[in-house]
T-cell receptor, first 117, second 110 residues
């Protein structure tokens, strides 16, 4: 089966601009997650979708970040306006098991490396 | 506040040697997962441990979950250059979110 696909793989934007990251989960996976790794720090949770509904967005840094998952398929994460501290690697992951927890773990995408200059 | 502390941060060994990576927390986790990440890729799941005291083996890799479910270790026997990578532990508490450690970069020299 196809894995989790993220694009772009890299994005360099200027401070104040808008960037939209996209994630295509594994087909049939109801659970979709966004995580972020800022340089020098651990990977941190941003939010969790179950189908098209936001189950938990407690990890979203602020209201400059907007995530959507229309129709319960692919998801987008928009940063507007981008700030320098938004730089990092944004990972998307999906899982199938009910309740969100997957004994078999999440399948992660390769990530989008965002650089804000 | 980082919930999971991994040690060491970096580890460089010769092919054939053994290594152990530790993952410690003051919090209790319902389960703990180990991932390996290659440059430019996302983390890939190696194992999930659920029961306190559980030991799982995956070829030359041995994973242990502490009795109190607060800590875990990853032991690699006779390391090979293909074992080189970033090893991450991630704990799950009472929800679906994963809390990651900062990772251990392992380099196995041929």
């Amino acid at each position: 089966e196809a894995g989790v696909t993220q694009f772009p793989s890299h994005s360099v934007i200027e401070k104040g601009q808008t960037v939209t990251l996209r994630c295509d989960p594994i087909s049939g996976h109801d659970n979709l997650y966004w995580y972020r790794r800022v340089m020098g720090k651990e990977i941190k949770f941003l939010l969790h979708f179950v189908k098209e509904s936001k189950q938990d967005e407690s990890g979203m840094p602020n209201n400059r970040f907007l995530a959507e998952r229309t129709g319960g398929t692919y998801s987008t994460l928009k940063v507007q306006p981008a700030e320098l501290e938004d730089s990092g690697v944004y990972f998307c992951a999906s899982s199938q098991e009910a309740g969100g927890f997957s004994y078999y773990g999440y399948t992660f995408g390769s990530g989008t490396r965002l650089t804000v200059v | 506040t980082q919930l999971l502390e991994q040690s060491p941060q970096f580890l460089s060994i010769q092919e054939g040697e053994n290594l152990t990576v530790y993952c410690n927390s003051s919090s209790v986790f319902s389960s703990l997962q180990w991932y390996r990440q290659e440059p430019g890729e996302g983390p890939v799941l190696l194992v999930t441990v659920v029961t306190g005291g559980e030991v799982k083996k995956l070829k030359r890799l041995t994973f242990q979950f502490g009795d109190a479910r607060k800590d875990s270790s990853l032991h690699i026997t006779a390391a090979q250059p293909g074992d080189t990578g970033l090893y991450l532990c991630a704990g799950r508490s009472n929800d679906y979110k994963l809390s990651f450690g900062a990772g251990t970069t392992v380099t196995v020299r041929a």
